[in-house]
């Protein structure tokens, strides 16, 4: 399975590239992102069974129940957005804003983006995961500046030396954590590999395992868009395409989060207790949630509202980890899914909300239930959704994360968290909320209607974010009490 | 009944309500029979619910638990069950939804032009859905869900009109204010859980620090404060209530505050134990600070709805005031007290989910025939619209505690909760006893005034506008619900005796003590009466007493004087001859006088403008405009926000500069903070 | 292994050498000559292992080093470069010499921070580890003292050349397919960055990062 | 059947002797202008006379101006019942307490202030709002006057606190209680609009509220709404004479008709005596500011609310 995971990003590239018709790449864009899909269910279907698999190809690969989530998470959503990019492009195409040779660029970069995070998955390799990480940012950079103005240069540069910068850094502690290492690597197979490293967390050189985590802490919550260094966040989720912006904000923020988890893993196991990490996750967590609050507040670019939440999302996923109990951890995880389904399903409304109106400010939106009733009502419940409202996803994540700081004892934390959280519904309400009422002005061509597959997306999304939010399978229940196993150790 | 067959009824009705919500959503273009189907069938469930509260409340006192639901996601277990506190709270619930489903046939028929009456329908029945989980709930997740679930579908209920301008404000201040109190009632349910480890509904007092406990209570009191609309948390309910379509404010204002009452009860006397002395009288003030400033508002308010909106937050301040005294006495184990002052809040919490229902309704009806909430628009009603005129003079008497209508029972209780309460030993706090029964004077005549306003201004005289002019009665549903709900108010008011059984029966679990038995009889046969030891009253016999001193005036009149006709003839005018309408007292007029004695409350601005022209004594124009601030507003709320959203702009313009090397800077720093950091720990 | 540590203080030393240019020329030959040196460090820790073990890892490390970082890289920017930007570099934040004092800095706060960090003796792995993470920290700074884009790739491939100076000073190297995939995404980054300098000198007319400030709030 | 016919008989009392009160204070009022003034019995002779008048109903009003003469008679008699004149007769307490007097007065005040605006006339508007205004700041005196009265006496009915007054007798004349009464006798004044708060006896606009509000009666309306207040200000001054002059109130059923008569000679005596003085202090005082009367309801709310401290930090009894 995992060797279809890993091929037919790379096969399909290829064929973007013999395509003729966007049509066809529309389709095959689709059929591979099923078949990855399923491939990945199969597999987490097997992981469920035997707790984790094991591939040898050209190198080791490794799936384990923390992996198998991030990267069913990965297939997921990117589906989804593949769908979605069918219509999404369509139309770009109907209006010439692009061509078929950028529509193969796209789709290739696109899927490149899909191999690396593929790759960051299932490798047990620290180094090799560090390089998958690196080449998400590389394969997306292009993204990112898709629209090929001056501002998505802007952004598509702070992206790449922002994210590079932090990467190194990262890279930095990997290597610290190698060194910690030296004396008990027996065998060659055995370098940087996670596995191995967890296994004898215990006999490692605390001391540069500390120094290693933080690198790795600062480097990959530079990746996955920690305060204070998110910077890079806003600017490349605003000014992508929607499609990649869900992507990112989705998908790509988790991966960042997987490596914290994999360094936070070895670190607490072998100092055995978790309030060295603890507290500077917990400090980055509150600040990222704060630093979200305040800039929702007076936000007027609803694109760059969005990619605040997704840091506020981050930071609370961070929090989580930082509290380091297996309550809390299990919180982090579920909060992960909740998060990349809600945030990419905004992210692709608002995709729509932009084909539609030309302009992300919020003060030239009005009146979207009248001109776009789906789109409006899923982009308001999604709004909903986002900052904790049962009965969607967010909701049980949140309470669970709630219930564990005041359980661990965290109560500044607690408090300080849920305070947030309505400063940002605060920030959501005043500046958000409007853009639903009232009556849309003449500029609302009737040509420019969503695409059908844009809509069924969204109503699809909003189905997933309303269902997980009162229902678990007992499969993902399994995987997930593995994953949180894996992170808190026992 | 056994239990099954409780179980039974409650998901049939459940069953019937969401039947409602689904229909219309089917016939999204047949808006009459959508929405005549949604209103039958919400009235079904009303009788349904009706039926099964009063079986459970009629039976046996035990806990029901009717259902269980586990999904497997960590602490979302969800549990449906029914005790006699719920059962009393679904009760009203389903009085009230009965009428106003009823109402909404008729009422909603003015929005067909919106063509999306199938949303407001559907939207409806859930939201009474919503109500009737909250108050089923029994666990705090399954509160939680249901309660935020009530939030969502009101708000979207009182987005409806969101067409005019001021809606988008009441709506997202609603959600702001409601969202920030469930961040607190999420925040209090997580701490019991950290202790209790459990979110089951049990009482919680002994595994819980005294500090903690403390703590618990604020929070419980914030956050279910701010849905019940107490002073200062109140700024959100003058503008959601009017905003939102009338029946809908009726439910609003009639039973969705009504959660918060409960939400304090459950969860500060059942699961906290209320036993702690400040915690009473914090409730206290907090009701006597509500019924006050909120009468004071509403005292000042020409827009109907918007006035009965602030009614209700004197009325919450009333039941709090009870309420605040049953902690006292929980306080001093003085368990009789305390089932009197339990009794008193929730006689007059039933009382107020019936009057004000009405008065939303018929201000709906008035505003379904004149298509204008303006008090100073309105006038003469009482002659265009006789029955709805009849069935809000009703509703006003019983607000303001007329006898023999319903409000007076309620207040009567709580005056006897105030004496006994000095009587029993609870020290010093009984000065704030007597501050709240002096206040409770002074809401009621101000609330009296109110309403007095509200009949005098907008049914008696001529009208003041060509609207008024043109008012025609309201579609029969409309009046009949209404009249129904009148009819009660004055059953109620003068056979109070089976709701007081009730209500005392329902919160036993809480006291222990049953007061029903001294509330007992006074024995004039067919005579319901009233007693507690000495003090008894018998409003029917008020009634009688009245009725016949009347037909022996008039007999004797009769008799003195023989048949005299009656003429007809213009208004005394001292002789001037042209007297219009607008020459009438007006709503601002006719409040100014409180306004001047309540200055500091109000501050009012005054401008007079005058064109002058011509000639000095004969001007063109005078413009008089008086404007009243609302203080908490400007200077709680208003410098809050600024704070805030100075920061935000603030920090925009400081910490995202849009410079690279700035931002690099920031990871380079963070990166020697956690190095220090490293050394440091 | 007087050599090495000779060799990790002249890395080092290459830093400050770097921070005190203004030339783009300079910039780029700065880093030729520190990536020449890592490049005898690898090939000094490549015979070793080679004539040890017989392990070849580092030797062909020590090659790619030299391939990418002493030739191509190099070549890659002054090629880029040449056309598109000024020669000296005038504007900045803070002067020169106040930047050298800050590397200065740097490089003391990490040898006390590093050392008491991994058990307060001063060892071998201390030091390396110290000098290295300087590299880096100051490669970082240099980033942030410069406004043109050259001189943040520049500080890119300084940090790169950090961390490459800890991999094989303080842990004797990394696996070879992690090195190997190391230098893919390098080399990939540096390609996407010249293109991007490219187009930022097309809209903007200039490679001043500073300018790019439309997007803030 | 015997209370049946004690609470007919008293409200009969009361209807009959709430005009003389009146007649009283204006023949004392006259004395204290120097003049002779009408014959005491003057007000049954208007009363009668507008029972035999047409009366004139505005075109604007509806039928809420037509029923108000009725409901207000009928709350001001209907409150007749639960006020004793002699609190020891009755052989069972009086199915009514002090606040139900208060509240089915209030329904009349109701009835009265909306039937002011019923006509369209501006005099009727500005009666109702300054009426509301003015039972609006007395409440809580008068409230917290009935709570210490009530908690003094372990009820609230009005034939209880009465005999609890009997009791204490001559130690009724305690800063309590004489608080109580100073607060007491300002509601009275408020209540029946009397000067300094109002002026039955004029009409001029600026100055009058309860005269504005049944301006446009006429005839047998007038009389039943005049009549009503006549009954209103007797309620009030029972209630003051009964409770702070205890005397001659502790007769009982079975002591029979002479002592019967005795006492009932007593009350018509104290009621005579309070008259006077409330004429007295009609007749020694101006007509107030009406924007000053708040500081007259604040003299009585601080006199009742120190009376209630008195008593309570006293211990009471």
Redesign the interface.
């Known amino acids: 399975m995992i060797s279809y995971l890993l091929l037919l990003p790379l096969v399909s590239i290829v064929a973007f590239w013999l395509a003729k018709r966007a049509s066809q790449i529309f389709a095959l864009g689709i059929a591979a992102a099923l078949i990855m899909l399923s491939a990945g269910v199969k597999l987490s279907i097997d992981v469920a069974a035997l707790g984790h698999v094991n591939k040898r190809y050209l190198m080791n690969f490794y799936v384990d129940s923390l992996s198998i989530i991030v990267l069913d998470l990965v297939l997921a959503v990117s589906l989804f957005v593949i769908i979605y990019c069918a219509g999404y492009f369509k139309k770009e195409l109907e209006r010439g804003k692009t061509d078929i040779k950028r529509l193969r660029l796209f789709y290739s970069l696109l899927f490149a983006f899909m191999f690396s995070m593929i790759l960051l998955l299932t490798t047990p390799n620290m180094g090799i995961m560090w390089i998958a990480i690196e080449a998400t940012t590389l394969a997306s950079v292009f993204l990112v500046g898709f629209e090929n103005n001056k501002r998505s240069l802007e952004a598509s540069w702070k992206y790449i030396i922002i994210c590079s910068v932090g990467i190194a850094i990262a890279l930095l502690g990997i290597i610290l954590l190698h060194i910690s290492s030296i004396g008990i690597i027996k065998d060659a197979g055995t370098d940087l590999s996670w596995t191995y490293l967890y296994e004898h967390a215990k006999e490692l050189d605390v001391n540069l395992l500390r120094l290693a985590f933080i690198f790795m802490l600062v480097g990959f919550g530079t990746k996955a868009g920690l305060a204070p260094m998110h910077t890079w966040l806003p600017d490349a989720h605003s000014q992508a395409p929607s499609p990649v912006s869900a992507m990112l904000s989705g998908v790509l923020l988790n991966n960042a989060m997987y490596g914290i988890m994999r360094g936070l893993a070895i670190l607490n196991k072998a100092m055995g207790s978790g309030s060295f990490a603890g507290a500077a996750l917990m400090a980055l967590g509150l600040l990222s949630i704060l630093t979200a609050a305040v800039f929702i507040l007076t936000q007027r670019d609803y694109k760059r509202l969005l990619a605040y939440s997704s840091i506020e999302h981050m930071g609370i996923i961070a929090l989580g980890l930082g509290v380091f109990t297996p309550a809390s951890v299990l919180a982090s995880l579920m909060h992960m899914i909740n998060h990349s389904f809600t945030k990419s399903m905004l992210f692709l409304s608002a995709g729509n909300i932009y084909q539609r109106y030309g302009s992300k400010d919020i003060y030239k939106v009005k009146g979207l239930y009248k001109s776009m009733p789906i789109t409006g009502v899923v982009f308001m419940l999604g709004i909903f959704a986002i900052t904790g409202m049962p009965p969607f996803s967010i909701f049980s994540s949140e309470l669970g994360m709630v219930v564990a700081l005041f359980k661990n004892g965290s109560y500044f934390a607690g408090a300080a968290f849920l305070f947030l959280l309505a400063l940002v519904f605060v920030g959501f309400a005043v500046t958000l909320f409007k853009i639903f009422y009232g009556n849309a002005k003449g500029e609302q061509q009737k040509s420019l209607k969503p695409s059908p597959y844009a809509d069924i997306v969204l109503v699809a999304m909003l189905g997933v974010i309303t269902v997980t939010g009162v229902f678990m399978p007992d499969g993902v229940l399994k995987l997930l009490t593995d994953a949180q196993r894996i992170v808190t150790g026992g | 009944m056994e239990m099954a067959s409780l179980e039974k009824l409650f998901s049939i009705m459940i069953l019937v309500y969401l039947i409602g919500a689904v229909a219309p959503l089917l016939m999204k273009r047949q808006q009459a029979l959508a929405n005549h189907i949604t209103g039958v069938l919400c009235s079904i469930g009303g009788i349904l619910g009706l039926s099964l509260s009063l079986t459970k409340l009629s039976g046996n006192a035990n806990d029901m638990l009717l259902d269980t639901a586990s999904t497997n996601i960590p602490y979302l277990t969800f549990s449906i069950g029914l005790d006699n506190i719920s059962a009393f709270f679904i009760l009203s619930l389903s009085l009230l939804a009965i009428t106003v489903s009823i109402y909404s046939m008729g009422y909603v028929s003015h929005y067909y032009e919106k063509n999306n009456t199938y949303l407001l329908n559907s939207l409806y029945a859930i939201f009474i859905t919503s109500m009737i989980f909250v108050f089923a709930a029994r666990n705090m997740v399954t509160f939680f869900v249901a309660w935020e679930l009530m939030s969502l579908v009101s708000y979207f209920l009182v987005m409806y009109e969101s067409e005019k301008k001021e809606t988008l404000h009441a709506g997202t201040l609603y959600i702001i204010m409601t969202h920030i109190g469930t961040a607190f009632l999420l925040a209090a349910f997580a701490v019991i859980y950290a202790y209790t480890g459990s979110f089951e509904f049990t009482a919680a007092a002994a595994s819980l620090p005294e500090g903690i406990k403390n703590a618990l209570f604020v929070m419980f009191l914030i956050g279910f404060g701010a849905k019940a609309g107490i002073v200062p948390l109140h700024i959100w309910l003058p503008y959601a209530h009017p905003a939102a379509p009338s029946h809908v404010s009726a439910l609003m204002s009639g039973i969705m505050i009504k959660t918060a009452i409960y939400g304090i009860l459950r969860f500060v006397f059942e699961i906290l134990g209320a036993d702690v002395l400040w915690w009473g009288v914090t409730i206290l003030v907090v009701g006597i600070l509500s019924a006050v400033i909120g009468v004071a508002y509403a005292y000042m308010e020409g827009n109907i709805k918007r006035m009965l909106a602030y009614s209700s937050i004197e009325n919450v301040g009333i039941i709090l005031m009870s309420i605040g005294i049953a902690g006292m006495a929980a306080y001093a184990g003085n368990a009789v007290l305390e089932a009197l002052a339990l009794t008193a809040a929730m006689v007059h919490c039933f009382n107020h989910t019936i009057f004000k229902g009405l008065l939303f309704m018929s201000a709906g009806s008035v505003q379904y025939a004149t298509h204008t909430k303006q008090m100073d628009e309105l006038g003469g009603l009482m002659k265009t619209m006789p029955l709805t005129g009849l069935f809000m003079l009703v509703g006003s008497l019983s607000i303001s505690a007329a006898v023999p209508f319903n409000g007076f029972i309620g207040e009567w209780l709580t005056y006897q909760a105030f004496i006994v309460s000095i009587g029993s030993a609870i020290g010093t706090s009984s000065l704030a006893a007597v501050m709240g029964a002096a206040s409770l004077g002074l809401a009621g005549a101000l609330a009296a005034g109110c309403f007095v306003k509200l009949i005098g201004i907008c049914f008696m005289g001529s009208p003041r506008s060509s609207h008024a002019q043109k008012a025609k009665e309201v579609p029969a549903a409309m009046y009949i619900s209404s009249g129904f709900l009148a009819l009660l108010c004055l059953a109620m008011g003068m056979f109070p005796r089976p709701l007081i059984g009730i209500a005392d029966s329902a919160f036993y679990s809480l006291s222990g003590v049953s007061i029903s038995q001294s509330l007992g009889g006074f024995g004039v046969a067919p005579v319901f009466s009233l007693s507690l030891d000495a003090s008894n009253i018998t409003p029917l016999a008020a009634v009688i007493a009245g009725a016949a001193a009347a037909l022996a005036i008039a007999a004797i009149m009769t008799a003195v004087g023989g048949k005299r006709q009656s003429r007809v003839y213009n208004t005394w005018d001292c002789g001037f001859e042209r007297l219009n309408p607008r020459m009438q007292y007006s709503s601002t007029g006719f409040s100014n006088p409180i306004g001047i004695v309540l200055k500091l409350l109000f501050r009012p601005v005054r401008e007079l403008q005058i064109d002058e022209g011509s000639i000095r004594y004969n001007p063109k124009s005078i413009k008089y405009t008086l404007k009243t601030e609302r203080i908490f507003e400007k200077y709680m709320y208003e410098p809050v926000s600024e704070f805030f959203s100075r920061i935000s702009v603030i920090a925009k313009i400081s910490v995202q500069t849009g410079s690279i090397h700035g931002y690099l800077m920031y990871i380079f720093v963070t990166v020697f903070a956690f190095m220090i950091y490293n050394t440091l720990v | 292994m007087e050599i090495m540590q000779l060799l990790s203080v002249l890395i080092l030393l290459s830093c400050f050498v770097l921070v005190a240019n203004k030339r783009t020329k300079s910039y780029i030959r700065t880093f030729q000559a520190q990536s020449a040196l890592l490049a005898i460090a690898a090939f000094i820790l490549g015979m070793e292992n080679l004539s040890g073990h017989g392990a070849i890892e580092i030797m062909f490390v020590c090659l790619l080093i030299v391939t990418l970082k002493v030739y191509y890289i190099p070549k890659l920017l002054s090629h880029t470069f040449a056309n598109v930007d000024y020669k000296v570099e005038k504007n900045f934040f803070y002067n020169i010499p106040l930047l050298v004092l800050v590397s200065c800095a740097i490089a003391v706060f990490n040898y006390f921070s590093i050392s008491s960090a991994i058990g307060g003796k001063p060892t071998e792995l201390g030091m390396y580890l110290a000098n290295s993470v300087s590299v880096i920290f100051i490669g970082f700074f240099f980033m942030i003292s410069r406004k043109k884009a050259i001189g943040q790739i520049v500080g890119l491939l300084v940090m790169e050349n950090g961390i490459f100076v800890a991999a094989l000073f303080a842990s004797g190297g990394m696996p070879v397919l992690v090195d190997v995939g190391i230098f893919i995404d390098l080399i990939t980054a540096v390609i996407i960055m010249g293109i991007m300098v490219f187009k930022i000198n097309e809209e903007l007319e200039t490679t001043d990062i500073n300018k790019l400030k439309r997007l803030r709030g | 059947m015997a209370?049946l016919a004690y609470?007919v008989i008293q409200?009969a009392l009361f209807?009959l002797i709430a005009p003389l009160v009146g007649g009283i204070i204006k023949k004392i009022k006259a004395f204290t202008q120097k003049r002779k003034g009408a014959p005491v019995y003057q007000v049954y002779l208007d009363i009668?006379k507008l029972?035999?008048?047409?009366?004139?109903?505005?075109?604007?009003a509806?039928?809420?101006f037509?029923a108000t003469p009725?409901?207000v008679?009928?709350?001001a008699?209907?409150?007749?019942?639960?006020v004793p004149v002699l609190p020891g007769i009755a052989m069972?307490?009086l199915?009514?307490?002090i606040?139900?007097v208060i509240?089915?007065l209030?329904?009349g005040?109701?009835f009265m202030?909306?039937?002011?605006?019923?006509?369209?006339?501006?005099f009727?508007?500005?009666g109702?709002?300054?009426e509301?205004?003015i039972?609006?700041?007395?409440?809580?005196?008068?409230?917290?006057a009935v709570?210490t009265l009530?908690?003094s006496a372990?009820?609230?009915?009005l034939g209880?606190i009465m005999l609890h007054s009997a009791r204490l007798g001559p130690a009724i004349v305690q800063p309590s209680y004489m608080l109580l009464l100073v607060s007491l006798v300002l509601i009275l004044i408020a209540e029946s609009s009397r000067i300094p708060l109002d002026d039955p006896s004029t009409h001029l606009e600026l100055t009058m509220v309860h005269e504005a509000m049944i301006?446009?009666y006429s005839?047998?309306y007038l009389?039943?709404m005049e009549?009503a207040s006549l009954i209103k200000q007797l309620i009030f001054i029972t209630i003051i004479a009964n409770v702070f002059i205890p005397a001659g109130i502790l007769v009982y059923a079975g002591s029979g008709f002479a002592v019967l008569m005795v006492s009932l000679l007593a009350y018509v005596a104290k009621v005579a005596a309070i008259s006077v003085a409330v004429a007295c202090i009609e007749a020694s005082t101006v007509k107030l500011r009406?924007?000053s009367i708040?500081n007259l309801a604040a003299l009585s709310?601080i006199a009742s609310?120190v009376g209630?401290l008195q008593y309570?930090t006293g211990g009471g009894n």
């Not at chain 4, 029972?51 to 604007?60: A, E, G, R």
């Not at chain 4, 202030?113 to 501006?122: C, F, M, P, R, V």
């Open positions: 209370d609470y409200m209807i009668i029972f035999t008048k047409d009366t004139v109903v505005s075109n604007q509806s039928w809420v037509t009725y409901i008679f009928a709350s008699a209907a409150a007749c019942a639960f069972k307490p199915p009514g307490d606040f139900m509240y089915i209030l329904l005040k109701f202030a909306i039937s002011g605006l019923d006509t369209g006339s501006t009727g508007g500005m109702s709002s300054r509301m205004m039972s609006a700041i007395f409440e809580p005196s008068l409230i917290v709570i009530g908690f372990k009820s609230t009915s209880d301006l446009e005839g047998r009389a039943l009549l009406f924007f708040p709310f609310f209630f309570f």
